[in-house]
């Protein structure tokens, strides 16, 4: 589409250039106030009786006013804990969203709010992180109306990590074989859900016709976990059948949920354990108008990328350690 601010300042028709001549063309830009901020892509069109030619542009239209700007740090705690505390001394890193230029660096404090005084209007990329929190980043668009903020209060929900995950992998006297061992590190008695699963490794290879599996699923948290449901992926060599059905419902604090699956192997089909199988623990947590989603891996002996970390959901409070070998 034509560009309304777009206008030359040379004539649209040249004369006719000679072989090894050349000429220039000049455009002027001048958005109006209300013009939307950010990149601009089109193409100028050269056309002759003989041919034709089209060149691209691109150029950003920028704002020099400038307005302050707030990015208040939540997580599960704010939305069921005691007094709704914000996260205290988070790191929040401002980007240009176009040209990912660094900005400036702020912290939210004691307050659980950071203040950048002076933002020029425009697109940017906030990054926000703290410790013992997954991180958290958001594409803001900065508005200013007579020198006051309007549209950029920021509120960037950071992930507790709650369970932390170890993988040890040990040599056993069989040539090739190795024995897995998985620890999950968790917190307990905190307002948010803290879910684990044992076991959290399976070992396939040893499965020849058909095994049933209990999985344990525990909340060490005071709040539920909502519409709790486990799935597995298949390669087509395993098939996964869940006598009381793959939807466990709410994971109540404190309560446990004992889950079977059962895994048969297609033996005519099966020639080695090529492909990767794993399955997902989901739940939801509602924290305000949003619906949070929170998940956690079980893996297998197959060639799946290994995983060693934490996932979000609780922290803070009574530490307990649980720790689970390899089912086989």
């Known amino acids: 589409p034509r560009i309304a601010y777009m206008t030359t300042l040379t004539p649209v028709t040249i004369d006719s250039l000679f ?21 601009v ?23 020099n006013i400038t307005c302050p700007m707030w990015i208040t740090a939540t997580d ?38 950071a203040y950048a005084p002076a933002i020029t209007e425009g697109y940017y990329d906030i990054s926000v992180g703290a410790g013992n929190h997954t991180g958290w980043s958001y ?31 040990l040599p056993t006297t069989v040539v090739e074989r190795y024995k897995v061992t998985v620890a999950s590190t968790f917190t307990t008695q905190v307002p948010a859900p803290v879910i684990t699963i044992e076991p959290r490794y399976i070992v396939l290879a040893d499965i020849f016709e058909s095994k049933t599996i209990m999985f344990t699923i525990k909340n ?13 992926k298949s390669d087509g060599f395993f098939s996964f059948s869940w006598p009381n059905g793959d939807e466990l419902g709410d994971v109540m604090p404190g309560g446990t949920i004992i889950q079977p699956l059962t895994i048969t192997v297609d033996n005519s089909r099966r020639r080695s354990l090529a492909g990767c199988v794993s399955g997902t623990l989901r739940w939801y947590l509602i924290c305000g108008d949003d619906l949070k989603a929170y998940s956690v891996s079980i893996t297998t002996d197959t060639l799946c990328p290994r995983y060693t970390g934490s996932y979000s959901g609780g922290g803070g409070g009574a530490v307990g350690r649980a720790s689970g070998g390899a089912v086989s």
């Open 220 to 232: 060490h948290g005071l709040v539920a976990a909502s519409a709790a449901e486990i799935s597995f």
């Open 19 to 39: 072989p090894g001549e050349s000429t220039t063309m000049a455009v002027l830009l001048s958005p109006p106030l209300n013009a939307s901020l950010g990149r």
């Open 139 to 169: 594409t803001a668009h900065v508005t200013c109306s007579n020198g006051i903020q309007s549209g950029t209060n920021i509120t960037a929900f950071l992930r507790r990590s709650l369970v932390t995950v170890t993988f040890t992998v």
């Open 41 to 63: 892509n089109g193409n100028l069109a050269v056309v002759s009786t003989q041919r034709s030619k089209t060149v691209g542009f691109s150029f950003t239209v920028v704002s």
């Open 76 to 113: 599960e705690f704010t939305f069921y804990g005691e007094g709704a505390p914000l996260v205290q001394d988070a790191t929040v890193i401002i980007r240009n969203a176009i040209t990912r230029g660094y900005i400036g660096q702020v912290s939210t404090g004691s307050s659980g709010v």
